[in-house]
């Protein structure tokens, strides 16, 4: 199923969700090719859409598989070696699949003034996980985050495409429970 | 008025009315609050008509470096000999900023109109929105922003009837602080990895696909649509001669209340840590404060008396940056915090130039070494070395940015160094 997008948004989507809508081929379908045509219209060099693209692939696969780039790359009529080196400079592209809910914790020098590091300690005892390695059930990856933009409702903590604010460790409960309650959406 | 908190020396009437608002940011109510009456006026100006007001009010760039926009708009070709392009740069990204942020969730349409009439300015054909990833929900709201504005004619062909046409595109980035530099943000937008390049050729004469573009800060269009409608004289009646108007300044850190204030330039920083942030929480004592977000020298307790204008902070030997205050308590410790920052840019740094990629992660070394009580009484002079090294060496300012913050520490606090390394040779 088609969701209408208006082609000056089209590459502003975002990109790192828990519902995902995994493919193997990217552009095959309906929605694929309606996303790259409506990127590569805004731009007068196709190249351009490169980023909109990768952070398709991984709205819909929740990471930016080699397949993908391949996929991208002939898309755009760029070589698979330069889409690899313009995806593995940007931090947000995911290299490898990830937990459903992505918890970033913000613990740059704001939040760390106010305690992030204390809220980073209580996401990953009360999730069980190690620091970026997700957990058993693939439901949570818990990781430090550089600056969130969030500074003065220090802890910022995002998962997913969500902002948590002012989180202490004592409300770390209630932010995993909301997700639990949301399912992530 | 602020976010979360507002207070009395504020003027909410340029930027931050209806901050707090959610209805402000459709357009029906938009517009009952006079939205797009500016852009209006505009359609009816020709460029240099536009460029001279903004020219006259004295704005100046909000992403950091305060050059005048005007003149900015200025240097872009007079005569098109093809496609001129605006960005709009909301890659806010700087630790201690998240003015943008405030102004792209609840006012998205007085920052369309700003993009739209500096397109204008400039003679733009198309303006990008280059947004930060992580900013997702309030990528969101603009967008739905710019969906309205598009189906009501304030985007496009023929805006308003006045047979000119002007796209508008958001873009959207992944986690990369260097895009928010204007290079690396143009290398971003076109599909590359977001490495600056050096200047020149600058912007104006090839920027994005090889035209002349522009590059301005959320805040500062978002300032313009106000200007434009009341003009130069209204403006500069608030700030001073070289730093008219009003900022948002961002407040974070041991405060009392910290959040995002619009306050006429020239407040004592004291005035804005102590009255308008209702001091450090807790009843606690400031240690010091890193006044213009993470990039800035700090600042001492007594060291707080200087006017917040562009001058007056670097009389002080500091800067107005982005106007974003980290505040740090009596209890804090001033390596640790340092260490975050410089970890910051050790992680940002793009890694073209030896010095930056380097130099900032030696830098983040060191300082762990003395925060973790292995320090050597020899690392502060090799720190200082490292401060002369990251300075003024390389393509782009982040290697410099690094070397504010550490260095300030290490001339106000070396006490607090000698400290954790205890005399250890």
Known sequence: MTRKIHPAVVSAQPFQVANLRPTDRLFEDEEGRDRLEKAISRYPDKRAALLPMLAYAQERNGWVSPESMQQVAEALDLTPAYVNSVATFYTMYNKHPTGRHMIQVCTCVACHLCGGEEVFEAFLEATGTVPGAMSEDGKYVVMEAECLGACGFATAVQVNDRYFENVTPETVGEVLARLEQDGGE | MGYPYSHDLEVGTILSRHFGDES????????????????????????TQITGIVKDSGLRGRGGAGFPTGLKWSFMPQEPTGPHYLCCNA????????????????????????????????????????????YFPYTRILNDAVVEAYEAGFIGPDILGSGWDCELTVHIGAGAYIAGEETGLMSSLVGGRAEPRVKPPFPAQSGVFGRPTTVNNVETLAAVPMILSEGSAWYRQWGTERSPGTKLWCCS????????????????????IYDVCGGI???KKLKAVIPGGSSTALLTASELDCASTYEGMQEAGSSLGTASPIVMDEDTNIVRAIR??????????????VQCREGTAWVAKILHRIEMGDGRLADIDTLYDLCEQLTGRTICVLADSVVFPLRSSLDKFRADYEALIGGRA
């Open chain 2, 340 to 353: 975050r920052t410089a970890e910051f840019y050790a992680h940002e740094s793009c890694g073209q130039c």
């Open chain 2, 281 to 283: 929480r807790n009843g």
């Open chain 2, 24 to 47: 402000a940011r459709r357009l029906n109510v938009w517009q009952e609050y006079g939205g797009y009456a500016a852009l209006a006026k505009a359609v009816g100006m020709d460029a």
């Open chain 2, 91 to 134: 890659d806010e990204s700087e630790p201690g900023a998240f003015k943008d942020r405030e102004i792209l969730r609840w006012v998205p349409h007085l920052l369309i109109e700003g993009c739209l009439i500096a397109a204008r300015a400039i003679r733009a054909e198309h303006v990008y929105i280059y947004v930060r990833g992580e």
């Open chain 2, 253 to 272: 850190g041991h405060l009392e209340r910290p959040g995002t204030y619009e306050l006429p330039l020239g407040i004592p920083l004291r005035d804005i």
